[in-house]
């Protein structure tokens, strides 16, 4: 059976990193979680008070990126955390803001850049799966299986309200729904390598399915690449 690249892609809190990380844990494969990694450069930049609500200051963060070095490991429960420079930061990196920063550097271009090919270089042995914005069209466009995930607004707004109750957070629907659009808004037209679906992807609408149905489904998609 031949190692693949598997690339999903889709909107903000539509499943993706679920989807990714049970296919990954069920077939053996590494597990890449490319919006944690712009969370992590969002968390460093807020950090050295170079992001604010109304600011960016882009020329010290340009100065810097090459510094940061974002690695992903495996803990003893089987769940990949995301590290940077050498610290563990999966908790911090999840929070609201975060998330909003987050949306913010992702659509600079030298940032994107530097992930991009920190990125490439992570899946040059093949064998991963990752899900992102841009991992069919930019990052791999040459993925052996390709899927693009989508959701309303509404559903995803839910789930990634549920997310941050179990985690003790206090949470507003409404603002969490606007957080979901504004990101969308900005994701599907930067300038940058903005959010769209490669022509050969194939589109998962799982507003209605359960965990394990998709999870099934991706499966029967990925071992009809992997026996081609």
């Known amino acids: 059976m031949k190692k693949i690249v598997v690339a999903i892609d ?5 499943g993706k990193s679920t ?4 296919l990954a844990r069920d077939v053996g494969y590494t597990y890449i979680d490319s919006g944690a990694m712009y969370r992590a450069v969002a968390l460093y930049a807020m950090r050295n008070g170079w992001i604010t609500e109304n600011d960016i200051d882009i020329e010290a963060l340009k100065k810097n990126i090459g510094s940061l070095k974002i690695d992903f490991k495996t803990n003893e429960h089987g769940v990949s955390e995301t590290y940077l420079n050498g610290e563990n930061v999966e908790k911090e990196i999840r929070t609201l803001e975060v998330a909003n920063a987050a949306s913010r550097v992702s659509a600079l271009d030298f940032v994107r850049r530097e992930l991009v090919r920190q990125q490439q270089q992570m899946g040059l042995q093949k064998g991963i799966v990752m899900d992102g914005r841009d991992i ?3 990052v791999f466009p040459e993925a052996e299986l390709k899927i693009f995930l989508t959701a309303s607004p509404e559903i995803r707004a839910q789930r990634r309200m549920e997310e941050m109750l179990a985690r003790g957070e206090k949470v507003d629907f409404q603002k969490v729904l606007a957080n979901i659009k504004e990101r969308d808004e900005r ?3 930067r300038s940058e390598s903005p959010l769209k679906k490669a022509p050969d992807a194939i589109v ?3 507003s209605n399915l359960t965990r394990d149905e998709q999870r099934e489904l991706l499966k029967t998609l990925f071992y009809q690449k992997t026996l081609e």
């Open 10 to 14: 889709g909107f903000s809190s539509g």
């Open 19 to 22: 989807m990714a990380k049970d």
């Open 204 to 206: 998962i609408d799982n």
């Open 187 to 189: 994701d599907l037209h």
């Open 136 to 138: 069919g069209t930019v």
